[in-house]
């Protein structure tokens, strides 16, 4: 009620003074944001432009908080500032400036804001009335958010329905936005959100509703996620089938040795996991076998042609779902299955062995035929003169210091064969006619000149 009885009787005092003639695009040379925000405990200025000058001109004028209360803050002028002293937290005017500073905000100094200037213009009688407002936010941090679940019981799917809330102790402003396993979970026919998106509702739950969820809780200071909250849900049973590791199986129909000990099990996506019965099936009667999910067959046991059922019933969903097989019995040889297979490995694997040792060879026969080179040796052997191709044939006078000397000779009468092998050092000179030949005969024929003798 204050703010507005002072802002009467500015209204007054201007309507008293505005003559014709009053420029009325002054009220543009008052300029102020619309919407400031700011943090809890830290100070913010409400920033006012003026675009005329503050020194040459009379004003005066006031701030007040008109949302949620109507409280006048400060009345002012050019000179004096007059803060209401009733407030704790009054905020502070530094004239000529007419800019409104809080110190520190607190969650009481959000609302609506409004100032009033009336402008005295050198020249011109009347004052100019200029009115602004803003609108003041106080962000407080959030903290970290919790879900909760409602109901709390197990979910069934296409049954029931469930509602995740996320929730701060602390926070203004705040928005939440929903993940699932790391992931944003969008609006869609079945997951609708309230306008803070703090409220996520799910209707009916199904399969792929299964997973991790977190909420982040975000304002315009800060944001906070939220820890995992597992949502379960009850489902199935789908995609039944019947396995085995013993025999062959073609559209249904298993085919068995008969010696052999058949093993099946009885598979389906469920949670939880079903029950399950196996059941025989004649033209005449059906019979129960065993509840579980594994049946074995013994050997002796095994029909022939016989159909079997697999049923899976799921307790919480109260679902179900069956399939049919047939077990026959066949002659299924493993063991030469088995060995044949080994022998192509064997085989393969000597061919690999045969080739690389080919391989090998071959490259160590190029290599050698590239260095050693067979054609150019005897070539070269063909070019070489007589005396070397002969090689090591020698006259025994190719080396004449060797045979000089002093030599005895003996005549034995009958034993002239052996003589001359023992005196074949003699046998190419021209001069020897026998064996009586003196020592200065010998001498005599060695040549003077040896070394010339071998060059020749």
């Given at each position: 009620?204050?703010c507005?009885?002072?802002?009467?009787?500015?209204?007054?005092?201007?309507l008293?003074?505005?003559?014709?003639g009053?420029?009325?695009k002054?009220?543009?040379c008052?300029?102020l944001?619309?919407t400031q925000?700011g943090?809890?405990?830290?100070p913010m200025?409400?920033?006012v432009e003026t675009h005329f000058?503050?020194?040459?001109v009379?004003?005066?004028?006031?701030w007040?908080?008109?949302?949620?209360?109507?409280t006048?803050?400060?009345?002012f002028?050019?000179i004096n500032?007059?803060p209401?002293l009733?407030?704790?937290?009054?905020?502070?005017?530094?004239?000529?400036d007419?800019?409104?500073?809080?110190?520190?905000?607190v969650?009481?100094?959000q609302?609506?804001?409004?100032?009033q200037i009336?402008?005295?213009?050198?020249g011109?009688p009347?004052?100019?009335a200029?009115?602004k407002r803003v609108?003041?936010?106080?962000s407080?941090?959030?903290?970290?958010?919790?879900i909760t679940?409602t109901?709390e019981a197990?979910l069934v799917?296409?049954?029931?329905?469930?509602t995740l809330t996320c929730?701060v102790e602390?926070g203004t402003?705040?928005q939440f936005?929903?993940?699932?396993n790391n992931?944003?979970v969008?609006?869609?026919?079945r997951h609708?959100?309230?306008q803070?998106?703090g409220?996520?509702?799910?209707?009916p739950?199904?399969?792929?509703?299964i997973?991790?969820?977190?909420c982040e809780?975000?304002?315009?200071?800060?944001?906070?996620?939220?820890?995992?909250a597992e949502l379960?849900?009850?489902?199935g049973?789908?995609?039944?089938a019947?396995n085995?590791d013993q025999g062959l199986k073609?559209?249904?129909?298993?085919?068995?040795n008969?010696e052999e000990?058949a093993?099946?099990?009885?598979i389906?996506?469920s949670?939880?996991?079903?029950?399950?019965?196996?059941?025989?099936?004649?033209k005449?009667s059906?019979?129960?076998?065993?509840t579980g999910p594994?049946?074995?067959v013994?050997?002796?046991?095994?029909?022939?042609?016989?159909?079997?059922?697999?049923?899976a019933?799921?307790?919480?969903t109260?679902?179900?779902?069956?399939?049919?097989f047939t077990?026959?019995?066949?002659?299924l040889?493993?063991g030469?299955?088995?060995y044949?297979?080994?022998g192509?490995?064997?085989?393969s694997?000597?061919?690999i062995?045969i080739s690389?040792?080919l391989?090998?060879?071959?490259?160590?026969f190029?290599l050698?035929?590239?260095?050693?080179?067979p054609?150019?040796m005897i070539k070269t052997?063909?070019?070489?003169?007589v005396?070397?191709?002969?090689?090591?044939r020698r006259?025994?006078?190719e080396?004449?210091?060797?045979d000089?000397g002093?030599?005895?000779f003996v005549?034995v009468p009958?034993?002239m064969?052996?003589?001359q092998?023992?005196?074949?050092?003699?046998t190419?000179?021209?001069?020897?006619?026998?064996l009586?030949t003196?020592?200065?005969?010998?001498?005599?024929?060695?040549?003077?000149t040896?070394t010339?003798?071998?060059?020749?």
């Amino acid at each position: 009620m204050e703010c507005v009885g002072v802002t009467m009787f500015l209204l007054m005092f201007t309507l008293f003074l505005i003559v014709p003639g009053t420029d009325s695009k002054c009220i543009e040379c008052v300029s102020l944001q619309p919407t400031q925000h700011g943090k809890m405990g830290d100070p913010m200025l409400l920033k006012v432009e003026t675009h005329f000058d503050v020194h040459n001109v009379r004003f005066q004028g006031s701030w007040c908080k008109i949302k949620p209360n109507n409280t006048i803050l400060v009345t002012f002028n050019n000179i004096n500032a007059i803060p209401n002293l009733r407030l704790k937290n009054s905020p502070a005017l530094n004239l000529p400036d007419v800019s409104l500073y809080f110190e520190h905000l607190v969650e009481d100094t959000q609302g609506e804001y409004e100032l009033q200037i009336n402008i005295i213009f050198p020249g011109i009688p009347s004052p100019v009335a200029v009115t602004k407002r803003v609108t003041v936010t106080v962000s407080v941090p959030v903290s970290m958010p919790g879900i909760t679940k409602t109901p709390e019981a197990e979910l069934v799917e296409d049954r029931d329905n469930v509602t995740l809330t996320c929730s701060v102790e602390h926070g203004t402003n705040v928005q939440f936005k929903w993940l699932k396993n790391n992931r944003v979970v969008d609006p869609s026919e079945r997951h609708t959100f309230s306008q803070d998106h703090g409220t996520l509702i799910i209707n009916p739950v199904k399969k792929e509703d299964i997973g991790q969820y977190n909420c982040e809780a975000q304002n315009h200071i800060s944001s906070k996620l939220s820890k995992q909250a597992e949502l379960i849900v009850f489902y199935g049973p789908y995609n039944l089938a019947v396995n085995s590791d013993q025999g062959l199986k073609t559209a249904g129909v298993f085919m068995v040795n008969p010696e052999e000990l058949a093993f099946f099990e009885c598979i389906a996506d469920s949670n939880p996991p079903n029950t399950c019965i196996w059941i025989s099936k004649t033209k005449n009667s059906t019979e129960v076998l065993m509840t579980g999910p594994r049946f074995e067959v013994k050997p002796y046991e095994l029909p022939q042609g016989k159909e079997f059922l697999c049923r899976a019933f799921n307790n919480m969903t109260k679902k179900q779902d069956e399939t049919k097989f047939t077990l026959v019995m066949a002659s299924l040889d493993r063991g030469k299955a088995k060995y044949s297979q080994e022998g192509s490995v064997l085989s393969s694997m000597a061919f690999i062995t045969i080739s690389s040792v080919l391989i090998i060879v071959c490259m160590m026969f190029v290599l050698l035929r590239k260095s050693c080179h067979p054609r150019r040796m005897i070539k070269t052997i063909y070019r070489r003169p007589v005396t070397e191709q002969r090689g090591l044939r020698r006259s025994g006078h190719e080396d004449a210091t060797e045979d000089f000397g002093i030599y005895e000779f003996v005549s034995v009468p009958g034993k002239m064969e052996s003589t001359q092998a023992s005196c074949r050092s003699l046998t190419r000179l021209d001069s020897v006619k026998d064996l009586h030949t003196t020592i200065y005969d010998v001498i005599k024929h060695v040549p003077e000149t040896p070394t010339l003798s071998l060059l020749k």
